[in-house]
């Protein structure tokens, strides 16, 4: 029940378009709902995140779209350039217990193409 | 401000070993949380501290230990390391312990030989 789904594995996209990558989670007591992007050789950056209370929340040309009935969420990259060839993980946290854990997706690499 | 900091940056040890991990968080931050990442796949949780006392672990073996100190700091201790140990292990901070975002540093690369 901890699980988060993550899709697709890989992702090729045309500089400006648009990336879309998809989370599926079981576990409904999570609340908290990042997504982080990580280089070669580098620690993941949290991108941005998104709590059930709301539906949309976009930063620059970064967008979380989230579905509570349907226990889903994905982040859409807008005009994607070069320099977002990166692998993204979804993630999950909340539930029981004292801990605030993440629980990741299995990550998207991304690579945009000229 | 510094980010997360993590010393080594790459360690490499053979199979029996032991080894220590260290980490400093952000500024302000009390709460650090340690991840493995195994090469493809995404990171997984050891463990969480806050103001010094552990607040959860993950589904890892007692060859794992950590600590935090006063200064928020943290260590990870893993003794008698066997080959499939060898992974990008991560340290996240965080402000509070509960539901907070988590910033990471850039992780410790072990090797075990």
């Known amino acids: 029940q901890q699980q988060v789904k993550q899709s697709p594995q890989s992702l090729i996209v045309q500089k400006g378009g648009i990336s879309i990558i998809n989370c599926a989670y079981e576990n409904t007591a999570f609340d908290y709902f990042p997504w982080y992007q990580q280089f070669p050789g580098k620690g993941p950056a949290l991108l941005i995140a998104?709590?059930?209370?709301?539906s949309e929340k976009k930063e620059g040309r970064f967008t979380i779209s989230f579905n509570k009935s349907a226990k889903q969420f994905s982040l859409h990259i807008m005009d994607s350039q070069p320099g977002d060839s990166a692998t993204y993980f979804c993630?999950?946290?909340?539930?029981?217990?004292?801990?605030?854990?993440?629980?990741f997706g299995t990550g998207t690499r991304l690579q945009v193409t000229l | 401000d510094a980010g997360v900091t993590q010393s080594p940056t790459h360690l490499i040890k053979t199979r029996g070993q032991q080894v220590t991990l260290r980490c400093s968080p952000i500024s302000g931050h009390k709460s650090v949380s340690w991840y493995q990442q195994v090469l493809g796949q995404g990171p997984q949780f050891i463990f969480q501290?806050?103001?010094?006392?552990?607040?959860g672990r993950g589904n890892f073996p007692d060859r794992f230990s950590a600590r935090q100190f006063p200064n928020y700091s943290s260590e990870l201790n893993v003794n008698a390391l066997l080959l499939g140990d060898s992974a990008l292990y991560l340290c996240a901070s965080s402000l509070g312990q509960l539901n907070q975002p988590q910033h990471f540093g850039d992780g410790t690369r072990l090797s075990i030989l």
């Open positions: 998104i709590r059930p209370d709301v």
């Open positions: 501290y806050y103001e010094k006392e552990e607040r």
């Open positions: 993630a999950a946290m909340g539930g029981t217990g004292t801990a605030s854990k993440l629980t």
